[in-house]
């Protein structure tokens, strides 16, 4: 991770994991976080925030480039989100016991993080693909009329 573009990604993610956790402690109590619960997010959100970015540094997500994202990439994000998800479960289990984390939490986390990584990617892929200057697939020279035979 030695290009300053990956920093920039890494704050992206970051900031995915944090408004995921954020959102779905709104969702699960029907966005009115009662106090007892906004401290243990305040608690908890940079726990989420680095196992994510470790796992995701070390899954090799920041090596990739966004703009040619593929459905392997997909399957290595979902790969990763599940194991970040994982490891912040595990740690949430083995400290609070759940007794005063909400389970529920959990399971709606995990579904928004990961669905706002791949369609963060994704969009950078619609992005390139279609409405950059700089398009992969933009051709500038002339094309020219070519007729197969046999």
């Given at each position: 991770m030695n290009d300053n573009k990956n920093i920039y990604l890494v704050v992206l993610d970051a900031s995915i994991s944090f408004f995921s956790l954020y959102l779905a402690f709104l969702l699960r109590f029907e966005f009115g976080i009662p106090d007892k619960f906004f401290q243990i997010l305040i608690y908890w959100?940079?726990?989420?925030?680095?196992?994510?970015?470790?796992?995701?540094?070390?899954?090799?997500?920041?090596?990739?480039?966004?703009r040619y994202t593929s459905l392997f990439d997909l399957y290595a994000i979902l790969r990763a989100s599940s194991i970040a998800?994982?490891?912040?479960?595990?740690?949430?289990?083995?400290?609070?016991?759940?007794?005063?984390?909400?389970?529920?939490?959990l399971l709606i986390y995990f579904i928004l993080n990961t669905?706002?990584?791949?369609?963060?990617?994704?969009?950078?892929?619609?992005?390139?693909?279609?409405?950059?200057k700089n398009r992969y697939n933009k051709n500038k020279s002339k094309k020219k009329t070519l007729l197969l035979i046999g």
């Amino acid at each position: 991770m030695n290009d300053n573009k990956n920093i920039y990604l890494v704050v992206l993610d970051a900031s995915i994991s944090f408004f995921s956790l954020y959102l779905a402690f709104l969702l699960r109590f029907e966005f009115g976080i009662p106090d007892k619960f906004f401290q243990i997010l305040i608690y908890w959100a940079p726990w989420f925030i680095i196992t994510q970015a470790i796992t995701f540094v070390f899954s090799g997500l920041y090596k990739r480039i966004w703009r040619y994202t593929s459905l392997f990439d997909l399957y290595a994000i979902l790969r990763a989100s599940s194991i970040a998800c994982g490891i912040a479960f595990i740690l949430v289990f083995f400290s609070m016991r759940t007794s005063d984390y909400p389970r529920s939490v959990l399971l709606i986390y995990f579904i928004l993080n990961t669905l706002s990584v791949i369609s963060l990617r994704l969009s950078i892929r619609v992005y390139f693909s279609h409405y950059s200057k700089n398009r992969y697939n933009k051709n500038k020279s002339k094309k020219k009329t070519l007729l197969l035979i046999g």
